[in-house]
């Protein structure tokens, strides 16, 4: 599940917790109807990409031994950006994560994938087709 919507499920489910007290209903009341066989669609609010979502997305990542949380935003950037370059020359997911696990930080191969794959979707979009 996508890590930016656990805290969107979060508020549903608590704003619709605080919305079950009330009013009980009278002794003798007919019960409520029951609900309609219609599905209720619900949408998610729209992604949105860019610096400040990776930003946000290294925050909170783990990466092997190091620790993207207090690294600075130009750092960070700047990490994301030189994988962009990577793929502009060599446009291969799995040649850049493979460039990421050998660069240092012993991270594991689902730390890498996702380093790159954050970096692809927030700074170079363009290299979005290469993401698995």
């Keep these: 599940m996508n890590g930016r919507l656990i805290p969107a499920l979060a508020v549903i489910a608590a704003l619709t917790l605080a919305g079950c007290g009330g009013e ?14 219609t ?40 990490l994301g950006s030189g994988i962009c370059g990577l793929l502009s020359t060599q446009p291969s997911f799995g040649d850049a994560v493979q460039a990421m696990m050998k660069i240092g930080g012993k991270p594991s191969v689902s730390e ?15 290299y979005k087709s290469l993401v698995p």
């Design 39 to 78: 599905p209720i669609t619900t949408t998610a609010p729209p992604v949105v990409h860019g610096p400040a979502a990776f930003l946000t997305w290294a925050k909170t990542a783990s990466y092997g031994e190091k620790d993207f949380a207090s690294a600075t935003a130009d750092k960070m950037i700047g």
């Design 112 to 126: 890498a994938e996702g380093l790159v794959r954050e970096a692809v979707l927030d700074l170079c979009p363009q």
């Design 24 to 37: 009980k209903a009278p002794v003798g009341a007919s019960p409520p109807p029951s609900p309609s066989s």
